[in-house]
């Protein structure tokens, strides 16, 4: 914004050969904005039906990005993303991470297409397709969980009153006064 200001500036009327430097500066800083800002490509494991996708991006230019709205597309329908995450202020020369409620209804893997746009829904930065390794947890699950439980609570019963009958024959055994 400050260079192209400065490029409309009256001072160039008298010598139109100085803007060309300007100009110059500011397609550089325009390229190097558009590839600065980016996604990290990434493997990410999902084990649940629902939850929180989590999804980064880096800003490698020397300034803050604010409000970078963040568009992710689910390439698959047995993974629906189910929200839109809020806009990401990233830090100049640092990372943020964008979260996401999705659901998997499937087991498998899924590509999650990300791209990125500014405040005035311009499209900046780099794309890149997120892969999700999704394993849903379902209700499997949750009754693998309880036979698991049922089976040591068993294991417990079983082995107390194996303990109370060796004490009991230890016990008859002493009292009965047959030593030699």
């Given amino acids: 914004t400050e260079v192209s200001a400065h490029a409309a500036s009256s001072r160039w009327r008298a010598d139109r050969s100085l803007l060309l430097p300007v100009i110059a500066s500011a397609r550089t800083a325009g390229a190097q904005a558009r590839t600065a800002i980016a996604v990290v490509p990434d493997r990410i494991n999902f ?17 803050a990005v604010e409000e970078v709205q963040v568009v992710l597309t689910s390439l ?12 990401v202020t990233i830090g100049a020369r640092s990372r943020a991470t964008v979260r996401v409620p999705a659901t998997a209804l499937a087991a498998g893997s899924v590509p999650i297409r990300v791209r990125l746009f500014s405040p005035g829904e311009q499209h900046i930065g780099v794309d890149n397709t997120v892969q999700v390794r999704a394993y849903p947890t379902g209700s ?11 089976l040591l609570f068993a294991a417990g019963l079983w082995r107390g009153r194996r303990r109370r009958r060796a004490a009991a024959a230890d016990s008859v055994i002493g009292t009965s006064g047959d030593a030699p």
């Fill in 140 to 150: 499997w699950f949750y009754w693998l969980l309880a036979g698991v439980a049922l």
């Fill in 76 to 87: 698959v329908p047995s993974f629906r993303l189910t929200g839109t995450p809020e806009p």
């Fill in 47 to 63: 084990f649940a039906d629902s939850g929180q996708l989590q999804v980064t991006i880096t800003n490698d230019l020397d300034v």
